[in-house]
Each structure stands twice: as structure tokens, then as C-alpha cells.
């Protein structure tokens, strides 16, 4: 089946230690994003990419990092410069233009 | 910046009733889209909406774009405990700007009571 597959469910990590959030789809989607949600709220947007090899920056950039070599993955480094990392992170991936977002199940991320 | 607000922000409701909820943007919107999200878990696509006026039905849920293009509605139709969640509404604000920057509401909390 196709979708979108985030790893690990839940990651633990002390302060001051950079971590990588997983994110691969076979959905064949070229655009791809990364949100972050705290309890209660919406969705935020960290980073996003329409096509391999770019990607531009959300509303809540800084202290984050990605990449996309591959069409298929989209992987978020959470730096040690993020100041509250602790939250429910989500990927997501759309063709191109309006199209809706399909997520994946996401990413529990504790920081203490 | 852009926002959307949901409208009610939570609600209780007897099981068989039928649910309305409604979103509403500073700006038009080209596209609605409708999100029900289970705890822990990600958000799922209930309906697309893509034009004016538009009335589109998945099962018991029937959701509308407002005429206006500022706004949108969900509605559910007997409600059972499985209804349960966050709604959201979110959209890409835009005349075709090209931008993927999907703006979601806060989301509308549903509990339904058996």
C-alpha cells in the first residue's frame, strides 16, 4: 500500500544532542513538508520542498534542518539550537499544486 | 499574517446528533480542505473542496465552500462514538502564487457521548 512512513514513533533525547526525524512516501509526490504541533494547537510549518535537491523554509524554521536527496525521503534534523523541541512532529507529502496533504502517523519528540 | 479560525473550539455532543462546524480566513481561498486527526496518530483527509459554492459528501460528513471563497463548513450527520477527534480546516491562501504553505486551523475538538 502507499503512504507515508515516519521512525521512530517515539524519540527520547537529552538537551543539547541533535536528532533525525525519518520521513520516506511511495506515493510518487514531488512536494513534501515537515509541521510541528504542540498540544492544542494547529499545525505549524517547519520546511518544505517541491523538488529534489530544494527546499525552503516554513514559519518556524530556525533551529531545524532537512534535506532531500530523494524524492522518496525527507529527513528533519532537530539541532540543538531549537529551543522547545519537545512536540508531535508530522510529515506530509502532495503533488504538486493544490493538491491535499496525505501524512504520515508522526514523530513523539521529548527533550530533557 | 493569515490565519483561519475554527469555530466551535470543542464540543460535546450526545450520540446520534448531527455536528456542525464551520472555518473562516482573512483572505480567499483557492482550495478547503477537511482533516480529522485521532490522538497520537496523523491527520486524515475526509474532503477537498476546489471550487465556489461547492457541496461535496463522504459518508455521513457533507462540507461546503463558502461563496464568499473566506470561509467553509463541515457537518456531520448522526454522529457516533468513532467521531471523535480534532477536525481541521486548512487551505493554501493564494491566487495561484504557486505557494504549498498550507495554512490549518486550531482545530475543533469533538467528543461524542454514547
Known amino acids: 500500500d502507499g503512504g507515508i512512513t515516519q521512525s521512530p514513533k517515539y524519540l527520547f533525547r537529552k538537551e543539547g544532542q541533535n536528532v533525525t526525524l525519518s520521513c520516506e512516501q511511495n506515493l510518487n509526490h514531488d512536494a513534501m513538508y515537515w509541521y510541528r504541533q504542540d498540544p492544542g494547537q494547529g499545525l505549524r510549518l517547519i520546511y518544505y520542498?517541491?523538488?529534489?535537491?530544494?527546499?525552503q523554509k516554513g514559519d518556524i524554521a530556525e533551529g531545524y534542518s532537512v534535506s532531500r536527496e530523494k524524492k522518496e525521503s525527507f529527513p528533519l534534523t532537530v539541532t540543538s539550537a531549537q529551543k522547545n523541541p519537545t512536540a508531535f512532529y508530522l510529515c506530509?507529502?502532495?503533488?504538486?499544486?493544490?493538491?491535499?496533504?496525505?501524512f504520515g502517523n508522526g514523530t513523539r519528540l521529548t527533550v530533557t | 499574517g493569515q490565519q483561519l479560525n475554527q469555530s466551535p473550539q470543542s464540543m460535546f455532543i450526545q450520540e446520534g446528533e448531527d455536528v456542525s462546524m464551520n472555518c473562516t480566513s482573512s483572505s480567499i481561498f483557492n482550495t478547503w480542505l477537511w482533516y480529522k486527526q485521532d490522538p497520537g496518530e496523523g491527520p486524515v483527509l475526509l474532503i477537498a473542496l476546489y471550487k465556489a459554492g461547492e457541496l461535496t459528501s463522504n459518508g455521513r460528513l457533507t462540507a461546503q465552500f463558502g461563496i464568499t471563497r473566506k470561509d467553509s463548513f463541515l457537518n456531520i450527520s448522526a454522529s457516533i462514538p468513532s467521531d471523535v477527534g480534532i477536525y481541521f480546516c486548512a487551505g493554501p491562501p493564494g491566487r495561484g502564487s504557486g505557494t504549498y504553505k498550507y495554512i490549518f486551523g486550531t482545530g475543533t475538538r469533538l467528543k461524542v457521548l454514547a
Open positions: 506530509a507529502s502532495s503533488h504538486v499544486g493544490n493538491s491535499p496533504l496525505h
Open positions: 520542498s517541491q523538488i529534489v535537491n530544494d527546499f
